[in-house]
């Protein structure tokens, strides 16, 4: 049991980056904290 354990805590973790990836919500994440680190970076370049 103990070697199997370590081979499906990988695959939860990747079912879970799959299902990460799928779900639109996090893009919109994604995009919005682009947006405020974009706005940041611009305004202390000015």
């Known amino acids: 049991m103990v070697t199997h354990k370590p081979v499906?805590?990988?695959h939860a973790s990747?079912?879970?980056v799959k299902g990460l990836?799928?779900?639109p919500n996090l893009y919109c994440?994604?995009?919005g904290v682009g947006l405020l680190?974009?706005?940041d970076v611009?305004?202390?370049a000015i």
Do not use: A, P
């Open 8 to 10: 499906f805590t990988k």
């Open 14 to 16: 990747e079912f879970r």
């Open 21 to 23: 990836l799928t779900d």
């Open 29 to 31: 994440f994604l995009i």
């Open 37 to 39: 680190v974009g706005i």
């Open 42 to 44: 611009l305004f202390s």
